[in-house]
């Protein structure tokens, strides 16, 4: 089994600049992918960045980017740059290799305040 | 090339009566996922199916609960005499395949399910 932590219920930011949103995850398996998807106010989920376990190059998209530590399981995301529409429930997820459920962490609020 | 198509946006049932919620998936994916989030948490998983068959309902409540994938049409998570513990936003999710880069699964924009 899997189990995915997140801490930090709720968080504020300034637009442009940065944010680290935390988590930490639990796992027996081997080979996983770790995730952070977007939840905005409608509801729509939307993959932000995805890290391969195997991999020790942190993931980067534009403004995104990990902090992949897999000794300690910590997968935290960082925001650069914050723009008003990064507004939303950021969730952080999980899923081994050969598995296709996802176990989600509970979610951070983040709030860009211009 | 259209995203992961749910239906309806929003239903209300009261007690006791049945809920049918619909999930397309994204064009040539063969794989569908069904999440439930309930009010300030996560997406649970509850079960995984290819086309016609049932990989993986470990996530789904035994009794009053079903899913199916038919060969055509959409996917069907089906909830019998509901209750309000089931009022919650239901996503499905869709992937190619199950490996490599085809894995990812895109989601759709959810169904709120509100049980009177």
């Known amino acids: 089994a899997q189990t995915v932590t997140q801490s930090q219920p709720e968080m504020s930011v300034q637009e442009a600049e940065t944010v680290t949103l935390s988590c930490t995850y639990d796992?027996?398996?081997?080979?996983?992918?770790l995730f952070w998807y977007k939840q905005p106010p409608s509801r729509q989920m939307i993959l932000v960045i995805r890290?391969?376990?195997?991999?020790?190059q942190n993931a980067t998209e534009n403004r995104f980017s990990v902090n992949f530590q897999k000794a300690a399981k910590s997968f935290s995301l960082k925001i650069s740059d914050s723009q008003l529409g990064d507004t939303a429930m950021y969730f952080c997820?999980?899923?081994?290799?050969?598995?296709?459920?996802?176990?989600f962490g509970s979610g951070t609020k983040l709030n860009v305040k211009p | 090339n259209a995203g992961v198509m749910q239906n309806p946006r929003h239903l209300v049932r009261r007690r006791g009566q049945e809920a049918r919620l619909r999930c397309s998936p994204m064009k040539g994916h063969s794989h569908v996922y069904w999440y439930r989030q309930l009010p300030e948490e996560g997406l649970k998983f509850m079960v995984y199916l290819q086309k016609e068959n049932i990989i993986d309902e470990s996530g789904m409540p035994k009794e009053r609960f079903s899913a199916e994938f038919p060969k055509e049409g959409p996917s069907i998570l089906r909830i019998q005499q509901v209750v309000r513990g089931d009022s919650a936003a239901y996503f499905c999710?869709?992937?190619?395949?199950?490996?490599?880069?085809?894995?990812?699964?895109?989601f759709g924009p959810g169904t709120r399910l509100t049980v009177l």
């Open positions: 997820a999980s899923r081994a290799y050969n598995f296709n459920k996802f176990y």
């Open positions: 796992t027996s398996e081997n080979n996983y992918y």
């Open positions: 999710a869709s992937s190619q395949s199950t490996s490599g880069n085809a894995d990812t699964q895109y």
């Open positions: 890290q391969e376990a195997y991999k020790q």
